[in-house]
């Protein structure tokens, strides 16, 4: 299906956001909530760049995705 979901919810202070691929194909974007609105557009745009550049089709180590993905930011 390809869509993108959003959530605000409360995540640890240092968990800005994440992003999980559900079974329908689904993206579920889940946003700390205890930052400000300019914080909560950043971390989504980042999420969005990893949905649009197709890293959870990706084999490499999570880390090494956040150290690309932090490159291009």
């Keep these: 299906m390809k869509e993108i979901v959003v959530r605000l919810m409360p995540l640890p202070a240092h968990v800005h956001a994440f992003t999980i691929l559900d079974a329908q194909g689904d ?5 700390n909530d ?4 300019e914080q909560r ?3 989504f745009a ?3 760049r990893h ?5 959870f089709a ?3 180590r999570a880390t090494e995705i956040e150290r ?6």
């Design 51 to 55: 949905i649009d550049n197709d890293d």
């Design 46 to 48: 980042h999420e969005k």
């Design 27 to 31: 993206y579920n974007v889940y946003i």
């Design 41 to 43: 557009l950043r971390s």
């Design 34 to 37: 205890a930052m400000s609105a």
């Design 68 to 73: 690309l993905a932090a490159t291009a930011e």
């Design 58 to 60: 990706k084999e490499s």
